[in-house]
């Protein structure tokens, strides 16, 4: 599996991948007004969004990278970035490719001299806040967010290193 970045003709099939994925692991009613959303992230050129190919090159997963001040209402500062869409199809699930799309955004958010990551999950991602524990992430129950009255996500954050003196 490679992992790089989307390329902005492949934007469509990385909001399809999203939406797959998330109505698949029924995270996304099909009222829910954060389908839009989920095809949108990344699609005006602002962030990184990471796509993962597969040997016959098709995109089996992806993940975003949002930095302050175009991301959301829990990142707090211009050294403080937000992953956002971490998602994979079906047919690619267990193989550790979640794994290797968080890596490799954990590392793209070095590269950037993020100093703090956060994300928001919903409380039914039971599999995706497992994965966030074991690669670092503590929650902070104090930014969890509620976008819509019943539907509270739950934040996590991981402090990043500096990076090293030259």
Same mark, same amino acid.
């Given at each position: 599996?490679?992992?790089r970045?989307?390329?902005p003709t492949e934007m469509t099939e990385v909001a399809r991948v999203r939406v797959t994925a998330y109505q698949a692991g029924q995270h996304l009613s099909p009222n829910s007004?954060?389908?839009q959303r989920l095809r949108e992230l990344g699609a005006d050129g602002i962030g990184d969004v990471l796509? #993962? @190919?597969d040997a016959g090159g098709e995109i089996a997963g992806t993940v975003m990278l949002q930095r302050w001040p175009h991301a959301?209402? +829990?990142v707090t500062g211009p050294d403080v970035a937000e992953i956002r869409a971490l998602a994979v199809l079906p047919r690619a699930q267990g193989e550790g490719l979640g794994k290797a799309l968080l890596? #490799? @955004?954990i590392e793209r958010a070095r590269v950037r001299l993020v100093r703090h990551l956060v994300l928001l999950t919903q409380r039914d991602? +039971?599999?995706a806040q497992h994965l966030y524990a074991k690669a670092g992430f503590s929650r902070l129950a104090d930014r969890d967010w509620s976008p819509e009255p019943g539907n509270l996500l739950l934040a996590y954050g991981l402090l990043l290193a500096p990076p090293p003196a030259e």
């Open positions: 599996m490679l992992i970045d989307a390329t007004r954060y389908e796509v #993962a @190919v959301g209402q +829990v890596e #490799a @955004v991602m +039971v599999a």
